[in-house]
């Protein structure tokens, strides 16, 4: 397994996730009273040393996670040695982050001042120094086997849960061919992913042999993210926008969308995909014509 950087000590962290579904009644269309789950939605803001950062919204199940992956991703922060504890206050709303030194975040003010807004379900925003540090890590070429896609998209039918139970979330997974690492679901696919990398980073895991699935789309933020990540595969239920593709083109990310059932297209890196599990074409009824 690959490691991204020794870790000397873990944060001291609070343990503050919350049940992500609630119970609430609502009537059908004939009328009848129905007892049904919905998905949580929390606003969690993130201070480091006092400094606040961002205020996302989220299902709250793993805040100190999330907030982790966020300072990483966002490369606020950049070795987790630097971090002291991670204190979640649901009462206050804030998830404080302490670091050994005590000084916060370099230059935070101007880093915030240089922001884009973006199309982020939950979150929606990129500082100038996500951008600046984006082409520092050198992704490697990594194929993956087509009865691989195949395996995995089967395994991720029995995760998400909370989606089968109250919808309105997305579902993220760090894979190792088709086993499943981690699986999260959150409000924001953006969430998700950024739980997944507070983890990498908590366990010391590299993303070179690894592959990212998600539920939602494959936008630029999602491609930015897997290469701060170091995962050089990202595979999608759902499609893919133009400048993730140009991004993913840049970064040497391979990029596999509409994945389900045994369909998927490559758009990008279309060279690493070994195609060992060709399905059979369908085959036309005798006398049958197309209408």
């Known amino acids: 397994m690959n490691k991204t950087s020794r870790i000397d000590r873990h944060p001291i962290m609070t343990n503050a996730g919350l049940e992500p579904t609630q119970r609430v009644r609502a009537r059908d269309e004939f009328g009848e009273p129905r007892e049904l789950n919905i998905a949580g939605e929390h606003p969690l803001t993130i201070k480091v040393d006092e400094a606040e950062v961002v205020t996302l919204m989220t299902l709250g199940t793993y805040p100190e996670k999330l907030a982790l992956g966020y300072l990483r991703n ?19 709303e804030t998830v404080d982050v302490f670091t050994t030194h005590g000084d916060g975040i370099i230059d935070l003010h101007e880093k915030i001042a240089q922001r884009t807004v973006t199309s982020g379900c939950g979150q929606g925003t990129i500082f100038s120094c996500t951008l600046d540090k984006l082409y520092d890590t050198q992704l490697p070429r990594v194929e993956i086997y087509q009865s691989t896609i195949y395996a995995l998209l089967n395994t991720i039918n029995s995760y998400n849960e909370i989606y089968r139970a109250a919808g309105a979330v997305h579902g993220c997974a760090l894979c190792e061919d088709s086993r499943i690492l981690y699986f999260v679901e959150d409000v924001g696919r953006h969430n998700a992913t950024d739980t997944i990398a507070g983890e990498m980073w908590l366990e010391d895991i590299g993303g070179n042999d690894k592959i990212f699935y998600t539920t939602g789309r494959l936008t630029s933020e999602i491609v930015m993210k897997a290469a701060h990540m170091g995962v050089p595969i990202l595979i999608s239920r759902s499609g893919i926008t133009h400048m993730g593709l140009e991004l993913a083109q840049d970064l040497g990310v391979t990029m596999i969308a509409r994945a389900k059932g045994r369909h998927f297209l490559v758009y990008n890196s279309e060279n690493t995909i070994l195609y060992d599990a060709i399905p059979q074409p369908k085959t036309i009824l005798a006398g049958s014509q197309d209408s």
């Open 74 to 92: 966002q490369r606020l922060i950049d070795n987790i040695n630097e971090i002291a504890e991670v204190r979640v206050d649901w009462d206050r």
